[in-house]
């Protein structure tokens, strides 16, 4: 590594771990979900024909899309560049990622025979384009390379349904209607899971996002049941691992203390929950992340100034890191979001 | 009116509305939102080829239709066979409402110059089919005919978006971008919403309620500035119909003390929030309706009643109307929702 990276890494590449442990640090650090992607130019000329499974399968080219917003935007991090059901097509789940519509599944699961599919993950033979995509990325960056994987019950909808869904109807009918199979979906995705950032983090990562991005279309008393048990063994089995967790869900206000009980390090949380209250009921040892509405960094950018500005003012002053509430639009203007990383580290933190 | 039928008007009938103002029952009354047509094989064969928008032209298949989940259930309350956008179809919007999909419009409306189509809404002239269905309706019914419009924001959400969207991002930055033209949209489509509830109303229907669907997308400080004032002129304006007024939108629990701002009769409530914790949000003055989550009932039925009678030992002893917490599901089995209604209505009324 360059002395000047190495200086880097030391530096501005601190302030997201230290604000993933709580700390102050001396900015707010900030990255945007989706940063890679989409929005991009670079990324579409880059991507041009390829279908994203394919993509995936091609380290060098997931490290240069896993580069480009950092390069453009001077995040304090990067994200790898991947599909939380990355690890289902690795065991042979057949499935496509669809622009503009997310992953379908070609068989979706129903029955209990059905899970026969999901057989362990081992990385190292089912996917070691995984590993050296991290490597390249941690070799390449100056900022921590954040991991992730999908939620079991995230994962489970897909899987359920055969695609993204509104009512997520056939999900949580089996939820509710078959314990038994319903449990054993969601070890047989927890397992696959925790695999697949056991091998991002013995590559380097230096963090692991959950993203549980369906889990607020449950009823408390339904995550409680039949959610988050599993996800606390989840996040215990992620703290063997030695990196901050994050978890991280849309349209989850009602469901912010519980998610807590999962005891990550950081808790995402979407732009629905001003961050001042969901700071009042998630316990102190908690960091946030969030929230700004990501439709705000469609208009004009005095707007979006005045609405990033109100967020830092009302945020917390330690263990606190600056994102969207969900991911950056397709729509959005790099410039846009070039400018309000510049603005966030502009400002100072205030002091306790 | 039958003897029969003027009895039971004056029997089962009055339950609903006592409910709505916020007195005790003999029974919980109960009805559900989408009763009419998706699940109903009887819909089904009625429909045929026909399309939605033709329907709605034809109020003597809309009185049928109307009426077939009172007589299959025995609820306690009708709801007009409709679509929140039949007024802009009314006026000239070109439109479709796609099975599966929802409301499709023509061309988008994106521009100041675009909001030409939403000419005032005149009921007699331009739909004299609606006040015809409601006049079928109540001269048919023995329960309470409950009308409907759609919120302003949700109604803009469809026309700018072109139809259902999960970020509704041309929406809201529409919104953020030009605050003129937004409110100049959202003024419209109250009048139009006036309009069509007055129709509704004279033609004999018993309460009112507004489908603000789409709500619970915003922050609640960007719904307090940019929707609240026009939900605030629109339930001003129905209280001057006479009739209970109800207020409903899905995944707005970060919203309720700011809906209940608008001053409904009635609030409806999704399953997200546990009705005890939305009691003791709301003022008492407003009844609350809900919240079975719809997906509970595509379960086995000792599932299904075990849900419900909680949801009941939860709710308010008064001022509460059993409901789900969004529409009826397309798969649900008609014996179950006969089931709920016999069980919602074999339970007694706490005494407070």
Not at 91 to 116: F, Q
Not at 138 to 148: C, K, M, N, S
Not at 185 to 214: E, H, K, N, R, T
Request: hydrophobic share 45%.
């Amino acid at each position: 590594m360059p002395a000047t990276l190495s200086a880097l890494r030391a530096g501005t590449g601190r302030r997201l771990l230290a604000a993933f442990r709580g700390e102050q640090t001396d900015r707010v650090p900030v990255w945007f979900m989706r940063q890679a992607g989409r929005a991009l130019p670079e990324y579409r000329a880059l991507r041009a024909d390829l279908d994203l499974v394919s993509m995936t399968h091609r380290p060098e080219l997931v490290a240069e899309v896993t580069a480009q917003p950092v390069r453009r935007y001077g995040v304090d991090a990067a994200i790898l560049f991947s599909d939380i059901v990355s690890p289902l097509e690795a065991i042979g789940v057949e499935l496509a990622i669809r622009p503009g519509v997310g992953p379908v599944i070609a068989s979706p699961l129903r029955t209990p025979a059905d899970l026969r599919v999901l057989r362990p993950f081992e990385p190292d033979l089912d996917a070691p384009w995984l590993g050296q995509a991290v490597r390249l990325c941690t070799a390449e960056l100056d900022v921590p390379v954040i991991g992730f994987v999908g939620g079991p019950f995230t994962l489970a909808s897909y899987l359920v349904e055969g695609g993204p869904s509104k009512a997520q109807e056939h999900t949580r009918a089996l939820m509710l209607s078959d314990e038994r199979t319903w449990r054993a979906l969601l070890d047989a995705l927890c397992d696959i899971a925790l695999a697949s950032a056991a091998a991002q983090v013995a590559a380097g990562a230096d963090a692991v996002q959950v993203f549980d991005s369906w889990i607020g279309s449950l009823s408390p008393d339904h995550y409680e049941r039949y959610v988050l048990p599993v996800v606390r063994r989840l996040f215990d089995g992620l703290a063997g691992l030695g990196v901050p967790r994050v978890y991280f869900g849309v349209g989850t206000g009602h469901l912010l203390e519980l998610m807590a009980r999962a005891q990550p390090d950081v808790l995402g949380v979407d732009w629905r929950v001003p961050i001042e209250l969901a700071r009042a009921r998630v316990p102190a040892t908690i960091a946030l992340q969030g929230n700004l509405d990501p439709t705000i960094c469609l208009a004009p950018w005095q707007i979006v100034e005045a609405e990033a500005l109100s967020l830092l003012g009302r945020a917390p002053a330690r263990g606190y890191v600056f994102n969207l509430g969900h991911g950056v639009l397709p729509a959005t203007s790099p410039a846009t979001m070039q400018r309000l990383v510049e603005l966030v580290h502009s400002q100072s933190v205030r002091n306790e």
